[in-house]
């Protein structure tokens, strides 16, 4: 396990232009990375800022874990008091839901992959399609169950998304992200965990104590971020302070 996060700038087509990566172990301080996220993303704003003469639209895509989003809203408020950002909930991670809602409604009248296509085109098109799927779902789980067709099983998986949905149906208004230009999905921290964390550090018979995972994480992320021999200059300059400091 480990902490990941993403700073990305995103072209008028919607597509990443740059991304700038962050990562440390599970029993790290994750409150270190997004210090360092958004003293990026405020230099990102300011360099934007005075070559567009108004600022760049922000937003937050992640999953819905709480533990997350009371790590990343605070921390953008405090970096940026007053100004808007958008939230979203990752697509990906609404249509594995959604897709298990339908698996475990089982109506044989159901296409499946149709009614996904329809869903994923709505959701891009409508801030308010989020609720008209969730009525479809409650509609069919309680049809199904008058009728018999619906054990306790599928039921408690319904009733476990239906739930998740409804909690975070405020963040999955993914056509006014598009409006934005921001992205509706996490895809560059998710390719962050692989090219971040597992390739580095998750290779055949490797073992790690914490303080050296934490010490390669941040040097791959600096790497990544092509800051890299910055950083060596940096602790070189420092190092030498000291050195004349103790002669």
């Known amino acids: 396990m480990a902490y990941v996060g993403t700073v990305s700038l995103i072209g008028a087509d919607g597509e990443s232009l740059q991304t700038y990566r962050y990562g440390c172990s599970a029993d790290a301080d994750p409150s270190e990375i997004i210090v360092q996220m958004t003293a990026d993303l405020a230099h990102i704003q300011q360099q934007g800022t005075s070559m567009r003469q108004h600022e760049l639209p922000m937003g937050i895509v992640q999953d819905g874990a709480p533990e997350m989003w009371n790590l990343m809203e605070p921390a953008m408020k405090t970096a940026f008091p ?18 298990e809602c339908l698996k475990a409604l089982k109506d044989p009248y159901l296409n499946r992959d149709e009614q996904m296509r329809e869903w994923s085109d709505a959701l891009g098109k409508n801030d308010s399609a989020i609720e008209d799927i969730e009525k479809f779902i409650i509609k069919e789980q309680k049809r199904l169950k008058r009728q018999g067709g619906l054990n306790a099983t599928n039921e408690e998986i319904l009733r476990i998304h239906l739930t998740y949905i409804n909690n975070n149906k405020h963040l999955m208004r993914y056509a006014t992200l598009k409006q ?11 390719g962050a965990c692989k090219s971040l964390i597992m390739i580095r550090a998750k290779g055949c018979g490797r073992r790690w104590h914490s303080r050296g995972v934490n010490s390669v994480l941040t040097l791959r992320a600096f790497y990544q971020r092509e800051r890299l021999s910055t950083f060596w200059k ?14």
Do not use: C, W, Y
Not at 180 to 190: D, M, R, V, Y
Not at 234 to 247: D, F, G, L, P, Y
């Open 82 to 99: 007053g100004r808007h950002f958008e939230k979203a909930i990752d697509r990906f991670h609404l249509a594995e839901r959604l897709a």
């Open 180 to 190: 934005n230009g921001l992205p509706i999905g996490s895809g560059a921290t998710e």
């Open 234 to 247: 940096k602790m070189n300059e420092e190092n030498s302070v000291i050195i004349q400091n103790a002669a």
